[in-house]
């Protein structure tokens, strides 16, 4: 039996990583550049990689925001699994599971980033957004009845 309340941690989980995905797309688009991410996605023989980039920049930004107010949440959880598991795939998967440094030059496309773990636990985090809905405080109301 949930007790009154228990539904908020799907609303924390949520908001956090929207922050996080928030700030991944800043961090594309003013530090990396999109001409660096870019490169970095060709170098990492990611299809399209001009495309993939706005891709994860318009994703990172968009789909984050949707997942701090909670509207249309289940779309920028499904946009983030995507990104996610593309990133743990083409980049993330060949370093093993620990993260043990991230040091990236986008624009030179170079990246040691050493690992899965951090990408997958935002993958899962998504995937369960995906499944759960936005929780208690979500605008579009995608959530269980507690």
């Known amino acids: 039996m949930m007790r009154r309340g228990s539904g908020y941690g799907i609303t924390v989980l949520r908001v956090t990583l929207g922050i996080i995905f928030l700030l991944h797309g800043y961090l594309a688009v003013f530090v990396y550049t999109p001409a660096g991410v870019t490169a970095f996605n060709a170098k990492m023989g990611i299809p399209l990689p001009a495309i993939m980039a706005w891709f994860v920049i318009l994703g990172h930004f968009l789909g984050g925001a949707s997942l701090v ?52 636990v935002l993958l899962m985090a998504s995937i369960a957004i995906l499944i759960t809905g936005g929780g208690p405080l979500a605008l579009d109301g995608s959530r269980r009845r507690l």
Do not use: Q
Request: charged share 10%; glycine share 16%.
């Open 69 to 120: 107010l909670g509207f249309f949440t289940r779309i920028g959880a499904l946009v983030h699994v995507v990104i996610m598991g593309g990133a743990i795939f083409f980049v993330h998967l060949r370093e093993g599971f620990f993260l043990h440094g991230m040091v990236v030059d986008a624009a030179a496309g170079k990246a040691a980033v050493a690992g899965y773990e951090y990408a997958l």
